[in-house]
């Protein structure tokens, strides 16, 4: 759904799976906004002024000037931007409660467990100085695990809830990095189609792109 123009609003934001969510859903639902970097790889989440806008130090946040009442908010986490954003605009984020319910239950599966456990086997398979057995099993056993899990929601489904939603964004932008993840996809076919579906949209490359 494609919302008329308004004032853009800031996305203070870095290339991340989590930074990334924002910019493809504000492409999606045609808002304006302006991508504000935050180079976490030098610690810019650690201003005094980025603090002020995520009192967690995380990207990402916004600063929306047309928010409730006309008036400017800010919100910090993912997915409560996802969910504001669909809310504000009726785009990707179903008003009917069942609906809602579903895409809320794989949100909430994204941020609670699909990101934290990716993140972890991305931090001890790649980036840790110290290569520790024991972790890179443990996570990775766990991001194989919820692999599974999605492969076997969207078996004979386009999307994870129903229609393209805020809950298919979400996961999608930890999902590409699969392979940093020891994720093979070709024993995951439902997972492989859904992934190639939603990594054709434009509005998705463009906001991979934004950052």
């Not at 999605?150 to 805020?166: E, K, M, P, Q």
């Not at 590409?176 to 490359?205: E, N, T």
Request: hydrophobic share 40%.
């Amino acid at each position: 759904m494609a919302h008329a123009p308004g004032k853009p609003i800031d996305v203070h934001t870095w290339s991340t799976p989590n930074g990334w969510k924002i910019p493809i859903m504000l492409e999606e639902c045609g808002l304006p906004y302006r991508v504000v970097p935050v180079n976490i790889g030098r610690g810019d989440q650690m201003a005094p002024n980025f603090l002020a806008l995520s009192p967690n130090n995380k990207i990402p946040a916004i600063v929306d000037p047309d928010g409730p009442g006309h008036e400017p908010i800010t919100i910090f986490e993912s997915a409560a931007i996802l969910q504001y954003l669909g809310r504000k605009t009726g785009c990707l984020y179903p008003t009917d409660e069942r609906a809602r319910v579903m895409v809320d239950e794989w949100l909430s599966w994204q941020v609670a467990g699909f990101g934290p456990m990716l993140g972890q086997a991305h931090h001890f398979r790649i980036y840790a100085e110290e290569k520790i057995p024991y972790a890179i099993e443990r996570f990775t056993t766990e991001t194989q695990r919820l692999y599974r899990v999605l492969d076997r929601r969207l078996a004979g489904r386009d999307y994870v809830a129903g229609d393209y939603s805020i809950a298919d964004i979400a996961i999608l932008t930890w999902a590409k990095y699969h392979g940093k993840q020891g994720v093979d996809l070709a024993g995951l076919p439902h997972v492989k189609a859904w992934l190639d579906r939603v990594l054709a949209r434009p509005a998705v490359q463009r906001g991979f792109a934004a950052i």
